[in-house]
């Protein structure tokens, strides 16, 4: 077969035309520009001029710069993305999966960044226990995602043992965070209607250790010190787990502080009948510390405000007898 660009050479107008199409096109669009150049002459009429054409085909779009710029939802977001979340290595997609019966979380996400596409449905077998759950997962391809996300939160590829802290500065954001995080990787529970805890548990032990010292900064007494939890350490399979745990009256005055955030939290963890049941116990028992002049908020910059609670002391008050806050 006879080679049809020695038959019909270029010209330079149409190469400075290929040029100014490039990065805005795939070579299949290109085709109608020209006459007589198949798309496949076109790539390799790119290929011989050591050029190329960075043009992505996306099937869906999304704002590109939604993690850009830390704010208080997308602070959350990325959060519950550090927990369950998961960045790819080799390519620009950020994929979620999560349970179905925390689908509205996803539905939200995709109004919030304007998604153009939809999570789909899969089937899950328990590699521990062998049970199968319906869950729902989401994709997006996004290069502006994958760079902020890294920038900003520290969410990385393989980051199940090496996530680090997030890169924030506003206490409104890093209690954003957290609250997603939660939502992935920790619990909220009131055990036999007496201890009222929450937990977050990874696999990374400098997201514990943040999460932490943010925790025991802010919710202690300047005259009596908050207890020091320690972080406890279950031994896995491939891996240690690292566990923290907080108890009593300052657990109540952290979800409240929390709550007060307008984001899409999981409201069967937050907003629970247990939740609502230890709320009303610990209110009752210890009445001092609670009531409009006695909730924690944020101010006008972001950060955190610390109500005056005079010479009484929450730091320690739980609904039982209990020596440690140590989980084992």
């Known amino acids: 077969m006879l080679n049809m660009e020695i038959i019909n050479p270029w010209t330079d107008a149409e190469n400075d035309l290929l040029k100014s199409l490039l990065d805005k096109m795939p070579y299949k669009d290109m085709e109608k520009y020209f006459v007589n150049r198949r798309y496949s002459y076109l790539r390799r009429r790119v290929s011989s001029m050591n050029l190329k054409n960075n043009y992505v085909y996306h099937k869906y779009f999304q704002n590109n710069d939604f993690f850009s710029v830390p704010n208080i939802l997308n602070s959350y977001y990325a959060g ?10 080799n390519r620009n997609v950020i994929s979620w999966n999560i349970s179905i019966k ?26 521990s226990t062998g049970n199968i759950s319906e869950m729902v997962k989401l994709e997006v391809t996004c290069a502006e995602w994958k760079r902020d996300l890294n ?47 929450i937990t ?20 202690s007494i300047s005259k009596n010190k908050m207890r020091k939890s320690h972080i406890g350490v279950r031994k896995g399979k491939g891996a240690d787990m690292y566990m923290y745990r907080i108890s009593g009256v300052k657990t109540i005055k952290l979800l409240q502080l ?3 955030l307008p984001v899409p939290m999981l ?30 908020s944020f101010d006008k910059n972001g950060m955190i405000v610390k109500p005056d609670f005079g010479d009484k002391d929450f ?11 140590v989980l084992v």
Not at 271 to 286: P, W
């Open 315 to 325: 730091t320690n008050l739980i609904n039982k007898s209990e020596s440690s806050l």
């Open 80 to 89: 519950i993305l550090s927990a369950d979340g998961c960045i790819s290595k």
């Open 200 to 219: 977050y548990t990874s696999c990374s032990f400098e997201i514990v250790k943040w999460i932490k010292g943010l925790i025991e900064k802010d919710f």
């Open 267 to 296: 409201q069967r963890k937050w907003s629970s009948d247990q939740v609502n049941r230890a709320l009303e116990l610990y209110k009752n028992k210890f009445p001092y510390f609670f009531g409009d002049d006695k909730n924690y």
């Open 151 to 197: 920038k900003s939160f520290n969410v990385i590829p393989q980051k199940t043992y090496r996530l680090l802290p997030p890169n924030l500065d506003k206490d409104i954001l890093k209690y954003s965070f957290l609250c997603g995080a939660i939502d992935g990787d920790g619990s909220i529970c009131f055990v036999k209607n007496r201890d009222f805890y």
């Open 258 to 260: 929390i709550k007060t």
């Open 102 to 127: 925390d689908r509205n979380i996803l539905d939200q996400f995709i109004i919030n960044t304007g998604f153009t596409g939809n999570y789909y449905h899969h089937l899950s077998t328990s590699p």
